[in-house]
C-alpha cells in the first residue's frame, strides 16, 4: 500500500512571496490533516478535512494560509505572503475515519525555508 | 489550552541502558499515542493508549497511561542504537479526536 506522498520535499522562498504544498492521501482514506513543525516542536495541527469538507482549522492563520481538498482525495496548502515565521516542515497526515483513535499516517513533509 | 511537556528534552546513552520519557498534562485525553519520528521523515504511529492505568508491550518498549488520563511514560529496556529518533507523545480530545503533540524527546543510543 503507497503511503502519504507529498511534495515539493524542499522548498526555499523569500518572504512576501508565495507557495504551495501537494498532499495525496493514502487510497480510501476520508480523512486529511496539514500540521506544521517548527523546529524543535512537535506537530501542531493546522487544518482538518473530513472527505473535502473542513472539520478544523481554528489553528490556520486565514490571513495568509488556505488550504482546499477538491473532490475529497488530493490537497494543497498555500501560504501567500509567507513570513520568516512560516520556516517549518510541513506535514500531510491521512486517516481511515474521523474520531476515536484512528491512525494518522503521516508523509514525509515539505521543508520550507523562508529568507 | 492543552499542552503536553515532555521529558527530557534530550537523551543520550549507551546501548543495553535503560530508559524512561515522562508526557505530562494537566489536562484529562481520550487517548494518548506515542509516535517515533526520523530526520526528514514523517512521525510514525507505535502504540494508542485509550484507559486509564492501560499498559502496553511492544517488544522491548513498555507504554503507560496515568490513571487519571493526563500523563503517560514510555520505557525502553536495554536500548539499542535503532531506537535512535524523536519520541513524541500526542493526546486525543474531542470528537474529532484531535491530537496535541508534544515538544518531544531526542533520544541518541550509542554502540
Known amino acids: 500500500e503507497a503511503g502519504v506522498a507529498q511534495s515539493p520535499r524542499y522548498k526555499i522562498i523569500e518572504k512576501r512571496q508565495s507557495v504551495a504544498f501537494w498532499c495525496n492521501p493514502i487510497s480510501g482514506h476520508a480523512t486529511l490533516y496539514w500540521y506544521q513543525q517548527i523546529l524543535g516542536q512537535g506537530p501542531k495541527l493546522l487544518i482538518q478535512f473530513q472527505n473535502n469538507g473542513v472539520v478544523d482549522d481554528s489553528q490556520l492563520p486565514k490571513d495568509r494560509f488556505s488550504a482546499e481538498r477538491l473532490k475529497g482525495v488530493d490537497s494543497t496548502l498555500k501560504i501567500q505572503p509567507a513570513k520568516l515565521e512560516d520556516s517549518a516542515v510541513y506535514l500531510c497526515?491521512?486517516?481511515?475515519?474521523?474520531?476515536?483513535?484512528?491512525?494518522?499516517?503521516f508523509g514525509p513533509g515539505t521543508r520550507l525555508t523562508v529568507t | 489550552t492543552q499542552l503536553l511537556e515532555q521529558s527530557p528534552q534530550f537523551l543520550s546513552i549507551q546501548e543495553g541502558e535503560n530508559l524512561t520519557v515522562y508526557c505530562n498534562s494537566s489536562?484529562?485525553?481520550?487517548?494518548l499515542q506515542w509516535y517515533r519520528q526520523e530526520p526528514g521523515e514523517g512521525p510514525v504511529l507505535l502504540v494508542t493508549?485509550?484507559?486509564?492505568?492501560e499498559v502496553k508491550k511492544l517488544k522491548r518498549l513498555t507504554f503507560q497511561f496515568g490513571d487519571a488520563r493526563k500523563d503517560s511514560s514510555l520505557h525502553i529496556t536495554a536500548a539499542q542504537p535503532g531506537d535512535t529518533g524523536l519520541y513524541l507523545c500526542a493526546g486525543g480530545s474531542g470528537g474529532y479526536n484531535k491530537l496535541i503533540f508534544g515538544a518531544g524527546t531526542r533520544l541518541a543510543v550509542h554502540p
Open positions: 489536562s484529562v485525553f481520550s487517548s
Open positions: 493508549v485509550v484507559t486509564g492505568g
Open positions: 497526515a491521512s486517516s481511515v475515519g474521523l474520531g476515536g483513535t484512528y491512525e494518522q499516517y
